[in-house]
């Protein structure tokens, strides 16, 4: 294959993750990473890429648009340049990997970081009117919630320029097909997939999620390594009954259960990692003695060199909590739902 540079967007925070998941491609060059963004070539084949769990979207590069401003008339710039993008040529390639119509529909996204005298809608239809003047598809200004046209024109405005891509999947990597019952406070896949890497799960530990939820981490967990044995326990039985319909078909070997985080039905000493996205006490409610509480038990279930991966908004009391054998390592602040929260990795240590 030849090489061709891609582009991949992210979540704040987790650069880590997506260089490392990045760097196991050996067909991998030229990677560079900046905040939300990164590029890279590969010459591997494209669907390889929609494998990806770290990254929320990944799209063919076609270049940047120089000297976009604030004020109106980078809408005009950007109409004018749109045309020297060859979309044929990118269409042809992703025409390599799934079926595209002669003439697709297509939508395009447009982000503006940073303020402007202009919208994403106008950005929008002026790049979609340049791509129908070329009679390159047919342009979908609204699509459904949850459809997805043939093609997704991607722009994005970084500082003075726009960023040019298209969608390389027909929907973006973040949406997981498991993913069929939702609840208020579930975790992002990608975010979960960040987490597990940051927990060295590999093939044979046992992984516990004691606030499960709707059990995305089960499930990004069951995809990476099918034969762990994996257990799921939260106080909420409509959130079991959820994680229940989400893993069907997808984890043979986990054990889904109603009950306390902070009075586990486990033995000691039996569990290799527990990775879990606390309640945050915004979207789900969490009671006062929670955290002490919690940290005991898990201290009492891992095994000793365990590890620890937990989202958490309360990274201060967690540290002032710490008084089992559970040993604080590293933080990282990544930013999810207009907020800044931190994964925190700790080990036990005997
Ligand atoms: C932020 S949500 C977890 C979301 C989950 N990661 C997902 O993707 O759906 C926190 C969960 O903790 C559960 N929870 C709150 N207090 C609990 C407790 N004491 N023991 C067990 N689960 C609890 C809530 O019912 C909620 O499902």
């Not at 891609?6 to 905040?35: D, N, P």
């Not at 791509?131 to 093609?151: H, V």
């Not at 969608?167 to 973040?174: E, H, I, K, W």
Request: aromatic share 6%.
């Amino acid at each position: 294959m030849a090489n061709q540079t891609y582009w991949g967007r992210y979540t704040t925070g987790l650069e880590h993750a997506v260089q490392k998941e990045l760097r196991s491609f050996s067909k991998l060059s030229s990677l560079s990473i900046s905040k939300r963004n990164c590029f890279f070539r590969y010459r591997g084949k494209i669907k390889d890429l929609l494998r990806m769990r770290t990254l929320d979207d990944v799209y063919l590069y076609l270049g940047a648009i120089p000297n976009i401003a604030t004020h109106r008339k980078s809408l005009s710039i950007i109409e004018n340049s749109i045309g020297r993008f060859d979309f044929r040529h990118a269409l042809t390639r992703l025409s390599s990997h799934r079926t595209i119509p002669p003439m697709p529909v297509f939508r395009v996204t447009v982000s503006l970081a940073g303020g402007c005298n202009y919208n994403r809608e106008e950005v929008a239809s002026r790049v979609a009117g340049e791509l129908m003047r070329q009679k390159l598809g047919k342009w979908n200004p609204q699509p459904k919630r949850g459809s997805f046209p043939d093609i997704d024109v991607r722009i994005h405005k970084q500082g003075s320029k726009c960023l040019v891509g298209l969608r390389v999947g027909t929907f973006p990597l973040y949406r997981r097909s498991y993913k069929k019952c939702h609840l208020k406070g579930a975790l992002k896949s990608t975010v979960a997939a960040s987490m597990l890497q940051m927990a060295s799960l590999h093939a044979g530990l046992s992984m516990l999620d004691p606030t499960c939820g709707t059990g995305t981490i089960l499930a990004e967990a069951a995809i990476a390594h099918s034969s762990n044995r994996l257990i799921g326990i939260d106080r909420s039985q409509q959130a079991i009954n959820c994680a229940k319909i989400n893993l069907e078909g997808l984890a043979p070997h986990v054990n889904l259960s109603c009950g306390d985080a902070r009075n586990l039905p486990i033995p000691t000493n039996t569990i290799d990692r527990i990775v879990a996205n606390l309640p945050w006490g915004q979207q789900v409610a969490k009671d006062h003695d929670f955290i002490q509480r919690f940290l005991m038990e898990i201290d009492r279930v891992l095994v000793s060199n365990g590890i620890v991966v937990l989202l958490t908004p309360e990274i201060d009391e967690i540290k002032l909590s710490l008084k089992t054998a559970l040993q604080f390592r590293r933080a990282y602040p990544i930013r999810l739902n207009g907020r800044t929260v931190d994964i925190i990795r700790m080990e036990k240590k005997s």
